[in-house]
């Protein structure tokens, strides 16, 4: 007979909000095109509460296709004053609708993408050393100076 390895489950986590400025484009680089999008703040609730501090980034390329190939890391402090460094990787696709109203300037809405990320999160505090032992997946919303992304915990 053979064992079959547990179906994963989710469970949601926390909510996060964060503020981001515009975007430099570098360009197209030896690693495609990239731009960087600066975090200028934000804030993080539900089972972890925290402030999302100023100076992270999203690393992001620019693929082919319209895509973002996304490579988030930031920082953020609980009400305790515990520091975490978070780690968002994934991709926004849009639509091939989305794409055509880019390309003519318009705004597409949220459910014109495929937005979602792994999130990873480190911390030297115990308290929150069960954060460290979860993998997280999320789904995000990008709006003109707001990315906002529920984390699931994946069991």
Wanted: with cysteine; hydrophobic share 35%.
């Amino acid at each position: 007979m053979t064992v079959l390895s547990p179906v994963p489950g989710l469970e949601a986590a926390f909510d996060v909000e964060v503020r981001v400025g515009a975007p430099a484009d570098y360009g197209v680089t030896r690693a495609g095109h990239r731009r960087v999008v600066p975090i200028l703040g934000g804030k993080i609730s539900g089972e972890l509460v925290a402030e999302i501090l100023e100076g992270g980034a999203d690393w992001q390329r620019i693929r082919p296709d319209g895509g973002c190939e996304i490579d988030a890391r930031y920082s953020a402090r609980t009400e305790d004053g515990d520091l975490l460094y978070l780690h968002a990787e994934g991709l926004r696709i849009p639509s091939p609708q989305a794409a055509e109203a880019l390309a003519r300037g318009d705004q597409p809405g949220p459910d014109q993408f495929y937005f979602r990320t792994t999130v990873s999160i480190e911390t030297s505090t115990p308290r929150w050393a069960h954060l460290e032992r979860s993998l997280f997946i999320a789904s995000g919303l990008r709006d003109a100076d707001t990315v906002r992304y529920t984390a699931y915990r994946v069991s």
